[in-house]
């Protein structure tokens, strides 16, 4: 595996964009003056303490949160509070959540192929092969008539990622994907979002997961009190940590 | 020196702990209090079944066609065996109730396969149960078309009126009421929201008992000169907006049962709003409020009786009728033991049959 495979010029589109984005919640300001730029291809892993607002600003992006001020575009369509503009946006971006979020009354081929059936309009029979294809991918095809409730957390988020994946998504969030799994199910998460990184897929990941970054991230994002304190490739961000904010949370996290 | 070990063979328990006597002893006698009260049970028991069984079945008169056929002293069911058509059909013309029996037989086959597990097509008889079969089962009633001969509303009674009522009043009023809690919901459509809470809070403010008796009596006072709608109707719209609210309310405290992150995962997937609600929300919140949904209609299935009021005759009005009748004058227990008979088998039905769904609904997990 090869960390930090070199975007080629072609791919130099821009994905996501974030300029100027504030956020309160009442009158805790979540978000700072947020300013990024993800292109096409590009893996950004953020991090940071718990309340930092990196969960609010990778939501903000399919608008699961609002934000009050700045600008969010997203594959070249502006965030507003056009209901259509956001189910657009909302189409092209997968979202994989922190409690997997699969829905419980329907089977695991259910729910991979309700999205595309209701929202892409495909038949059933397209739909479910599709759905098929994904599961073979997150390595579980065998788990297609089960109910998520009988599945391991691992599969389960396995599942999830898969029932993104059906919407043929242009860019994947990941929200702490790994954070309410047991110790020895995290692998074989990350393996599929490895294998997902390496196909080109433009990803955005809110993780702890050190390793992670490590091997697939173009740029590791820190952030704290809801600024972005820290943005760079992670050799340099682990090897050479500039904030002082960054060398302490790296050093509590790795240093036990 | 060794000597070999050999156990003794175990003892049987102590016969007072196993078996019948056993039973006895933990469950009932397990000390003074409950000894006394077992006792003191057993006593009443004793004292009232005999003589209860005996009006009910060993004394009582069964065969017959008047009053003069009971004189052993226990109930009088040839009572109801006399007036049974009327308690079923109301004041229905009487060569014509097989029109009331065939709906009954029509409803019977077309629910059946909905009961049979491999059956392939549920859905689209549940629409056809729903949608068409209440135009079918109207014409019949009132016909005037096809050669049935027409009846006037006032003639629909008994039985049949207790279940048009009530089953009317539970199928407009489920959609209403899940319309109604969804925009209670909506936090972002302020207006439809405050309407919303308004008709709810306004409807399950007052006694129904007020809402027949107003669409019966005020409500024509409203309507211009010349303008008026059948007396039926106005309980039914009654009854069924009365039902909605209690429907929304239950169906509420289902919708926010359910976690947020499902609709988010249905956001994030971009389904709009209603698919969203369909596909994701209401078919898990409906499976939470099965045993609510089934208690307010159980309870307004024995509400209907309140259409007395209006001069509607449902089963219990048809029975008081009959009270009244100076060849039956005295018999008022057997007319109510029988009405509560007739309730009771709905009611329980109902209820089993809302646990059976429970149990087919549930894929046993959370989150």
């Known amino acids: ?256 | 020196m060794s000597h070999d070990f050999a156990p003794l063979p175990d003892l049987p328990p102590p016969a007072a702990s196993v078996g019948v006597i056993g039973w006895l002893r933990r469950n009932l006698f397990s000390n003074t209090i409950n000894s006394l009260l077992t006792l003191f049970a057993i006593y009443l028991l004793a004292t009232l079944l005999p003589p209860l069984l005996n009006w009910l079945f060993f004394d009582a008169d069964w065969i017959g066609d008047s009053r003069d056929a009971c004189t052993s002293g226990g109930a009088c069911w040839v009572f109801i065996s006399a007036r049974f058509s009327t308690f079923m059909y109301g004041f229905f013309p009487e060569n014509e109730t097989w029109r009331i029996n065939l709906i009954y037989i029509a409803l019977i086959a077309c629910m059946a396969p909905l009961f049979i597990e491999s059956f392939r097509h549920k859905v689209k008889l549940g629409v056809f149960v729903i949608f068409v079969f209440p135009i079918f089962g109207f014409i019949l009633l009132f016909g005037g078309v096809f050669g049935l001969e027409q009846t006037e509303t006032s003639q629909w009674g008994g039985l049949t009126l207790t279940l048009l009522l009530a089953s009317v009043g539970c199928v407009a009023a489920l959609p209403l009421g899940i319309m109604l809690a969804l925009g209670r919901q909506a936090t972002n459509m302020p207006a439809v929201k405050s309407m919303c809470v308004l008709f709810i809070e306004f409807w399950r403010g007052v006694p129904l008992i007020t809402v027949l008796f107003m669409s019966s009596v005020m409500l024509p006072l409203f309507l211009p000169e010349g303008v008026s709608f059948d007396k039926l109707l106005r309980a039914l719209i009654g009854i069924t907006l009365f039902q909605s609210a209690y429907i929304a309310e239950v169906v509420r405290g289902g919708l926010q049962a359910i976690p947020k992150g499902q609709y988010e995962a249905a956001d994030a997937l971009g389904l709009s709003y209603w698919k969203k609600m369909g596909l994701i929300i209401l078919p898990q919140a409906m499976k939470i409020v099965i045993p609510g949904i089934v208690n307010t209609f159980i309870a307004l299935f024995k509400d209907t009786t309140l259409v007395i009021i209006v001069g509607l005759l449902d089963v219990l009005g048809m029975v008081q009728n009959a009270l009244n009748d100076p060849n039956w004058l005295g018999y008022s227990t057997e007319g109510y033991v029988f009405t509560a008979f007739v309730f009771w088998i709905f009611c329980f039905s109902m209820s089993r049959y809302s646990q059976a769904l429970e149990r087919k609904l549930h894929t046993g997990h959370k989150r």
């Open chain 1, 1 to 256: 595996m090869t960390a930090a495979v070199p975007n080629t010029a072609a791919d130099n589109e821009v994905m996501i964009e974030l300029r100027g984005v504030n956020k309160w919640y009442d009158k805790f300001h979540v978000l700072k003056d947020i300013n990024l730029q993800v292109a096409k291809g590009e893996r950004i892993v953020v991090c940071g303490p718990s309340g930092s607002g990196k969960s609010t600003m990778i939501r903000c992006i399919n608008r699961l949160e609002e934000h009050q001020k700045g600008q969010i575009i997203v594959d070249g369509t502006e965030l507003t509070s056009d209901l259509r503009q956001i189910e657009q946006i909302r189409k092209e971006v997968g979202m994989v959540f922190q409690h997997f979020n699969l829905f419980p009354h329907l089977t695991v081929l259910e729910n991979l192929a309700l999205a595309p059936m209701w929202v892409r309009k495909m038949p059933r029979k397209e739909a479910e092969a599709i759905g098929m294809q994904y599961l073979e991918r997150v390595k579980i095809p065998d788990q297609a008539k089960k109910y998520p409730g009988q599945l391991s957390g691992g599969q389960q988020q396995r599942v999830a990622i898969a029932r993104s994946l059906c919407m043929n998504p242009r860019i994947m969030l990941f929200d702490e994907p790994t954070s309410a799994l047991d110790p020895e199910m995290i692998k074989e998460v990350l393996d599929v979002m490895i294998e997902l990184a390496e196909s080109g897929m433009t990803m955005m990941c809110v993780t702890h997961e050190m390793g992670f970054a490590k091997t697939v991230a173009d740029k590791v994002i820190f952030m704290d009190r809801g600024q972005i304190v820290e943005s760079n490739p992670p050799e340099e961000f682990f090897n050479n940590p500039q904030n002082e904010r960054t060398q302490l949370f790296l050093s509590q996290i790795i240093g036990h």
